[in-house]
């Protein structure tokens, strides 16, 4: 039955992706903010798809701690789930993802339309002045910025290296963090195709004000509450 379940949802992400690329392209001409919301519609549909054929729901505490300025939310990555979700909870966004996610067929092309930064990992000092160049561009827009400061999705129980662009960023542009723990790979692990039900969960921390602050002392601090937080969701 889990595996049933779990095609059908593949079965709606599939149809519908090449319609929201096919809206993407026609929004190229509209304000970006707008030009997200609308292709954001995808990630809110399977939201609701996911709950109907996977029966998996979420519970978020700290939703307060979500204002109206721009903000860059430094999150544990450990699902497909987020990249979703967040979509759906926080104000219109784009993430710090790697450049070799836009050239993947369809999905990669509106993914492209979403304005996100794209980074060359291996440029080094490099990366992180374009980070802060581009990110600066996307906070001034009126976008909130979403990094995982992991890079990659990490299985339930385990941790990684935080990497410091995130903070970087942050502490450069002077914006406030807001950081995320989440338990989604329990129920969507990385690499699997079949999703168990159940209710994730997902904490939002108190705003984190960055001036005065230095990226590694900021990195720290958020690495230190997210994996805190962490041992409270299981």
Same mark, same amino acid.
């Given at each position: 039955? =889990?595996?049933?379940r779990?095609?059908?949802?593949f079965?709606?992400?599939?149809?519908?992706?090449?319609i929201?690329?096919l809206v993407?392209?026609?929004?190229?001409?509209?304000?970006?903010?707008l &030009?997200?919301?609308?292709?954001s519609?995808?990630?809110?549909?399977m939201?609701?798809w996911?709950k109907?054929?996977?029966? @998996?729901?979420?519970?978020?505490?700290?939703?307060e701690? #979500?204002?109206?300025? *721009?903000? #860059?939310?430094?999150?544990k990555?450990?699902?497909?789930?987020?990249?979703l979700?967040f979509?759906?909870?926080f104000?219109?966004q784009?993430y710090?993802?790697?450049?070799?996610?836009?050239? @993947? +067929?369809?999905?990669?092309?509106?993914?492209?339309?979403?304005? +996100?930064?794209?980074i060359d990992?291996?440029?080094?000092r490099?990366?992180?002045?374009?980070?802060?160049?581009?990110?600066q561009a996307r906070?001034?827009?009126?976008?909130?910025?979403?990094?995982? *400061?992991?890079?990659? &999705?990490?299985t *339930?129980?385990e &941790?990684?290296?935080?990497?410091?662009?995130g903070?970087?960023?942050?502490?450069?542009?002077?914006?406030?963090?807001?950081?995320?723990?989440?338990?989604?790979?329990?129920?969507?692990a990385?690499?699997t195709?079949?999703?168990?039900?159940?209710v @994730?969960?997902?904490?939002?921390?108190? +705003?984190?004000?960055?001036?005065?602050?230095k990226?590694?002392? =900021?990195?720290h601090?958020?690495e230190?509450? @997210?994996?805190?937080?962490m041992?409270?969701?299981?």
């Open positions: 039955m =889990l595996f049933l779990s095609l059908l949802f079965i709606g992400q599939v149809i519908t992706a090449p929201f690329t993407a392209l026609l929004a190229m001409p509209l304000n970006p903010i &030009r997200n919301d609308l292709i519609g995808w990630a809110r549909s939201l609701w996911l109907v054929t996977c029966n @998996i729901r979420h519970e978020i505490t700290g939703l701690n #979500i204002s109206d300025s *721009p903000t #860059i939310v430094l999150s990555h450990q699902s497909a789930w987020e990249t979700a979509q759906a909870i104000p219109t784009v710090v993802l790697k450049r070799e996610l836009l050239w @993947i +067929p369809i999905f990669g092309w509106g993914l492209a339309m979403s304005s +996100p930064i794209a990992r291996s440029a080094g490099e990366a992180l002045k374009k980070l802060v160049a581009n990110g906070l001034n827009r009126g976008f909130w910025v979403v990094i995982f *400061p992991e890079g990659t &999705r990490i *339930p129980g &941790r990684s290296k935080y990497h410091i662009g903070a970087w960023l942050a502490t450069h542009t002077k914006t406030q963090v807001l950081p995320v723990a989440h338990n989604a790979g329990e129920y969507w990385k690499n195709f079949i999703k168990k039900p159940g @994730i969960k997902m904490h939002i921390g108190k +705003p984190i004000l960055t001036a005065g602050l990226a590694d002392a =900021l990195n601090q958020v230190s509450w @997210i994996e805190a937080e041992l409270t969701l299981n």
